[in-house]
């Protein structure tokens, strides 16, 4: 069973840049996982950010975008703003299953 | 515009079934299939299943297999997913999610369900 790590809490400071990374335990994530990336705040539904590894949707800030590092998934803010601050959770797909990992979360300060 | 709407709060004990229906709207029905996710307090996402609008294909996670049972009714637009065997593992929100291929895009309002013993 695949098991999908995320870090468990990055700390940024307001304007600066931060990576966080989505690693499998089956292996290097690539593009044949899909990798997605979801923001959850507090009481609310996640809120989809980036698709197919490194897309946009159409709500998305152009300060989010999504890569791989180390054979890792990978997303990156920069230009962070407060209202940044939230979970993240990356989805990544293998054989029609779909593996979350288990958050990370982000504190701007 | 997009908008999945699912049915409301469920308190269930041990041992039984719930049905939580979600209603799209905005978009072609059969076009885009639609996930379950679920997040147990302060826990994180898991993935409870998918299914195919069009062709009503299932995908399942091992560990819900046997247990889960996503289906759809074209005619009002709508995805049911059926848990059974409930235990107080099983109380969490859960979320329908539109799902094409390999993008889950927009997300239902969550129907919370609290299995109590």
């Known amino acids: 069973q695949t098991v999908v790590t995320q870090e468990p809490s990055l700390t940024v400071s307001p304007g600066g840049t931060v990576t966080l990374t989505c690693a499998s335990s089956?292996?290097?994530?690539?593009?044949?996982?899909?990798p997605n990336w979801f923001q959850q705040k507090p009481g609310l539904p996640p809120r989809a950010l980036i698709y197919?590894?490194?897309n946009k949707h159409s709500w998305t800030p152009a300060r989010f975008s999504g890569s791989f590092l180390g054979g890792k998934a990978a997303l990156t803010l920069s230009g962070v703003q407060p209202e940044d601050e939230a979970d993240y959770y990356c989805?990544?797909?293998?054989?029609?299953?779909?593996?979350f990992g288990g958050g990370t979360k982000l504190t701007v300060l | 515009q997009v908008h999945l709407v699912q049915s409301g709060t469920e308190v269930k004990q041990s041992g039984a079934s719930v049905k939580v229906s979600c209603q799209t709207s905005?978009?072609?029905?059969?076009?885009?299939?639609v996930s379950w996710v679920r997040q147990a307090p302060g826990q994180g996402l898991e993935w409870v299943g998918w299914?195919?609008?069009?062709?009503?294909?299932?995908f399942y996670p091992q560990k819900l297999l046997g247990r889960v049972t996503v289906t759809t009714d074209a005619s009002t637009s709508t995805v049911y997913m059926e848990l059974k065997d409930l235990t107080s593992d099983d109380t969490a929100m859960y979320y329908c999610?539109?799902?094409?291929?390999?993008?889950?895009?927009?997300w239902g309002q969550g129907t919370l369900v609290t299995v109590s013993s």
């Open positions: 989805l990544i797909n293998y054989y029609n299953a779909w593996f």
């Open positions: 197919r590894t490194d």
């Open positions: 299914i195919g609008t069009g062709n009503g294909n299932t």
């Open positions: 999610v539109r799902d094409w291929g390999y993008v889950p895009d927009f």
């Open positions: 905005g978009y072609t029905f059969a076009s885009y299939g």
């Open positions: 089956s292996g290097a994530v690539t593009s044949d996982n899909f």
